[in-house]
């Protein structure tokens, strides 16, 4: 009985982790074809891609209402995120960082983590505070779209305090969709509109939708076992969501990450774990909890949730040394989260 749980999860997580492989490719690919700039794609689909097992599968518990599964998930990813993924990416090869990481996006980061920590005193995250962090990333994503020059070479944590509470990104979005609009009516009047449509689209279209349904169908069962096993075991589906979720749906950005700071790309590695840990609370958590409030236990409030917000601090203290994650501060970086891993299995 036993084993044939642990074959589902893992089924589950498998179906979860490939078909978000798949779905952001033929998105990507879908995209393209419809003339759509790689620059927007990469600032959508490919920000978003990494982030969709987590997504997924905080949605799927939220449906249930498991509300540990989905704050543990979010705040485990992004701890994860920080001390595994970027400590063990750091360690087989030094990352070279940009102060845009730090002023930008590290601090929006930080923002994001701190946020969530307010919205969580009174025990739960409301359906409005949810509502605000939607509004609150699809504004990060329309600021990173504004062209430096706009703020003189300044895309900052500031600029973007600004551009939210100005409400900027509602011109940008309408600019944006006409924008794409004008691209698909000169495509069609130039009798080009259902060329680009050719060359295996059904295929991607195909592609789509399979993949689309394995996440869905991952991530119920990867959700619905997870669940099983915190019951099975008498442990809080918070510390479920903590270690078990949230390290199976972080999958993605460790091979990314890896990889890519294997190749040389320490940048594009940290900018993926700094994006994605964005998404993350401001975009999954936000989806999340629109469809129901989301309960916030204790451990959350008094122990992981002041975890990721140490480690965030931490990651933007390294990033700013020498403009360079070292192999020390990659190791360091591990040995807290596998403290914070001892501690945490020592609570139950």
Known sequence: MIITNILILLFGLVFLVKGSDYFVKSASTIAKKLGISEFVIGLTLVAVGTSIPELASSI???????????????????????????????????????????????YIMLFSAVLFFIFALNGELSIIESGLFVLLYIAYVFFLFEEAEKYEGKLHFKEFITYFFKFKYINSARQKLNGINRNKDSGSENGNGNGKLEG???????????????????????????????????????????????????LPELVVTVSAARQGYGNIALGNVIGSNITNIFLILGLSGLLYPIAVAEISLLFTTPVMIFISLILLIFISTGWEIKRWEGIALMVLYAAFLLVLLGMN
Not at 224 to 235: D, K, M, Q
């Open 60 to 106: 799927a518990a939220s449906i249930q209402q498991a509300s540990g599964i989905v704050i543990g998930n979010v705040v485990g990813s992004n701890i994860v995120n920080i001390g595994l993924i970027v400590g063990l990416a750091a360690f087989l090869s030094p990352m070279r960082t940009e102060i845009e990481m730090l002023k930008r996006d590290g």
């Open 200 to 250: 295996g689209f059904t295929k991607d279209i195909l592609t789509l939708v399979l993949s689309c349904a394995a996440i869905v169908i991952g991530a119920k069962y990867f959700v619905e076992e997870s669940i099983f096993f915190a019951e099975l075991l008498g442990v809080p589906d918070t510390i479920i969501g903590t270690t078990l979720v949230a390290v199976g749906t972080s």
